[in-house]
């Protein structure tokens, strides 16, 4: 009997190398990269598979050795672009932190004396956080079932079914059959994302690390280190239930290596979106203080993550911190650019990213616009994602229905973009002005311990009681 191989994907040095040359020319080194590229390819090495986490077969022993080989000189060249990675932080901008009060709640925030503290309702701050929770469960289930079908796929699928604009759950209910066998359904998501199948809120990546998070608050308190989600993920999380920079990540754990060497040692997917889906939680428990929920960001992405991918982690802590005590978009966006460094990319995509959709009246013109600049990043990158999740939460207004189809009909990272759109803005509007077309079962299925089953009201709960103290 012949084995039958086991592809893992994400961690391949054969399939690595195609992805470093890649961020090679993102990040400026395209020049001095240029005679490794060509080593590579002379030897028969291909380039990073598009959507796929692995190639289709095993490289020769040959081969992958010549793939260590390059993937350790590519790492010695740095960067010119001026984007550290940290520890740095932004000075004070004059964002308010809220203290609460009110019989039985938590004790208030502690003005740390780098804003104005202003005062805030505990019961409309709870009902505020129910919304983020409850907004990122729905704009993550809307994006599942068409996670990795591109942006054209996604609008045949929604204007054969009668829902375009997008303005419901996804179904195959009187989907033509050749539109279905062009534009398949993502497999795992099917069985449980779409209108006639959805029964409570299915388990996914973008729903456990926020769990995770929580967790991490919960057993190491508000002065966590990077060791310590290090730790968390060795304890709770199946290594097959992390994807790209986090399973390398994980893999350099278990190679004995010390973060944040954990982010760089032969990880090309260190500016890819990742660490900005495990954010939510750090702003959530930082209302009104997106200074401190960057930082607490900062903390977590770093074990995977460097630059413009701990950026995007930031950026949303700090948007969700301001989503819970905001008026507007236009400040919850503010305060996501306000701890991201001026001159980075990843800036400059979401600055340009808002002007478009300050200026646009049509969605699908400021889609195109974002694909004019970033088509050529990978579908789960950073940046573009980030620059469409302030698109869709400017041009939406705060309407949840517009916001979370914007984002899930750009067509990249659809069930990540959607569940991190749905956060801010369900904190924006809290859980009663949440449409009644998006209510899910109060039920949350999770394979990490003790969340199985868990409903969103208990979460809230569990998130006050980590919010910070006097």
């Known amino acids: 009997m012949t084995d039958r191989l086991v592809r893992l994907t994400w961690v391949q040095p054969e399939d690595l190398v195609g992805h470093e040359l890649r961020q090679a020319a993102e990040d400026g ?48 060249i740095p960067s ?7 520890p740095f932080f932004p000075e004070p901008s004059g964002f308010p932190v809220v203290p609460l009060s009110a019989p039985g709640a938590p004790s208030p925030v502690a003005a740390t004396g780098r804003s104005t503290p202003v005062t805030a309702d505990v019961g409309g701050l709870s009902e505020r956080l129910l919304g983020a929770w409850l907004g990122r469960a729905a704009g993550c289930v809307l994006g599942k079932p068409v996670e990795k079908i591109p942006r054209e796929g996604i609008r045949e699928i929604a204007e054969a079914t009668g829902n375009w604009p997008i ?28 209108a006639e199948n959805i029964d409570g809120v299915p388990e996914d ?50 190679d004995g290596v010390e973060p944040p060497g954990t982010a760089t040692w032969r990880n090309p997917f260190r500016e890819w979106i990742g660490a900005l889906i495990r954010a939510d939680v750090y702003g959530w428990v930082n209302p009104g203080d997106p200074r401190t929920a960057a930082e607490f960001a900062w903390r977590d992405a770093r074990l995977s993550h460097t630059a413009n991918g701990i950026y995007g982690a930031m950026m949303v802590a700090a948007m969700c911190a301001s989503s819970l005590v905001a008026s507007s ?6 305060a996501g650019l306000s701890v991201v460094p001026a001159g980075s990319r990843l800036a400059r995509a979401v600055r340009d990213a808002v002007a ?14 974002l694909y004019e ?7 789960v990158h950073t940046i573009n994602n980030a620059a469409l999740v302030a698109a869709a939460l400017t041009h939406g207004r705060g309407d949840f229905t517009a916001s979370i189809a914007g984002a899930v009909a750009g067509g990249w990272d659809t069930d990540s973009a959607g569940a991190t759109v749905g956060s801010i803005a369900g904190g924006l509007l809290g859980a009663s002005r949440i449409p009644a077309e998006w209510a899910l079962e109060n039920r949350l299925a999770s394979s990490l311990r003790g969340f199985d089953g868990i409903g969103f009201d208990e979460l809230t709960r569990r998130t006050l009681a980590v919010w910070p103290s006097r």
Do not use: K, Q
Request: negative net charge; charged residues 25%.
């Open 167 to 194: 303005r419901g759950w996804f179904t195959a209910v009187g989907l033509p059959d050749d539109v279905a066998a062009h534009w398949p359904w993502n497999r795992r998501s099917a069985v449980n994302s779409l």
């Open 373 to 379: 600049r970033h088509g050529g990043l990978h579908w």
């Open 29 to 76: 080194r395209s020049a001095e990269v240029a005679g490794i590229a060509a080593r590579w390819h002379s030897a028969g090495g291909h380039d990073a598979p598009p959507r796929a986490g692995a190639s289709p077969g095993p490289a020769t022993p040959e081969l992958r050795r010549l793939a260590g080989e390059l993937l350790d000189e590519l790492a010695a």
């Open 80 to 86: 010119p672009l001026p984007e550290p990675s940290g």
């Open 356 to 369: 478009d959709a300050e200026s646009e009246p049509d969605f699908e013109r400021v889609v195109d616009r």
């Open 205 to 254: 990546d973008d729903l456990n690390f926020p769990l995770l998070a929580l967790s991490l608050l919960e057993r190491f308190g508000r002065d966590f280190t990077t060791a310590d989600v290090a730790a968390m993920w060795l304890d709770e999380l199946p290594a097959g239930r992390v994807f790209t920079a986090e399973r390398v990540a994980y893999r350099n754990l278990l």
């Open 329 to 334: 978009v236009e400040e919850v966006v503010a």
